[in-house]
């Protein structure tokens, strides 16, 4: 019994962080013939602080030419040395990636790899399974001290 209690607490509070899981998002803040700025967040409006960047060129997309972190608002700088589309990869070393495609100064497509955003009747739902998980260890500890004091008598 008290094996199948452990178990649902631990399911109870272990899958609900994992369903709410969230995504990434790229966009370009600062776009010009100099100076590119790209922000990385999380799509709970977090910054991906220190995430690890790679910066492809338009020569050479497959080979990255600049590589660093994000700082502490999730920004990273570059300046192109050419013209034409420029692919910046952000990691954060716990699964979140995302990518965008900058030509020359504007972004061309921000493609991120997002978890889905949890519906609201699912979450809803969740929550009342908490409350039920709970209440019902709740109510069989009371039956338990019952059941000890009558035998106690």
């Given at each position: 019994m008290k094996q199948v209690i452990f178990r649902a607490v631990l399911y109870t509070l272990v899958f609900p962080a994992v369903i709410a899981a969230h995504g990434v998002e790229a966009s370009l803040i600062e776009g010009g013939t100099l100076n590119q700025t790209v922000r990385f967040n999380y799509s709970t409006g977090e910054s991906m602080i220190y995430a690890r960047i790679c910066v492809y060129p338009p020569s050479t997309p497959d080979t990255d030419v600049l590589q660093g972190t994000t700082d502490r608002n999730g920004l990273f700088s570059f300046t192109p040395d050419e013209a034409?589309?420029?692919?910046?990869?952000?990691?954060?070393?716990?699964?979140?990636?995302?990518?965008?495609?900058?030509?020359?100064?504007?972004?061309?497509?921000?493609?991120?790899?997002?978890?889905?955003?949890?519906?609201?009747?699912?979450?809803?739902?969740?929550?009342?399974?908490?409350?039920?998980?709970?209440?019902?260890?709740?109510?069989?500890?009371?039956?338990?001290?019952?059941?000890?004091?009558?035998?106690a008598h």
């Amino acid at each position: 019994m008290k094996q199948v209690i452990f178990r649902a607490v631990l399911y109870t509070l272990v899958f609900p962080a994992v369903i709410a899981a969230h995504g990434v998002e790229a966009s370009l803040i600062e776009g010009g013939t100099l100076n590119q700025t790209v922000r990385f967040n999380y799509s709970t409006g977090e910054s991906m602080i220190y995430a690890r960047i790679c910066v492809y060129p338009p020569s050479t997309p497959d080979t990255d030419v600049l590589q660093g972190t994000t700082d502490r608002n999730g920004l990273f700088s570059f300046t192109p040395d050419e013209a034409g589309l420029w692919r910046v990869t952000a990691e954060d070393g716990m699964g979140h990636k995302s990518e965008i495609a900058i030509e020359a100064g504007q972004p061309v497509a921000a493609a991120s790899h997002e978890a889905r955003r949890m519906p609201l009747l699912f979450a809803v739902f969740l929550g009342l399974s908490l409350i039920a998980n709970v209440w019902l260890l709740w109510y069989f500890f009371l039956k338990k001290m019952q059941r000890r004091v009558l035998c106690a008598h």
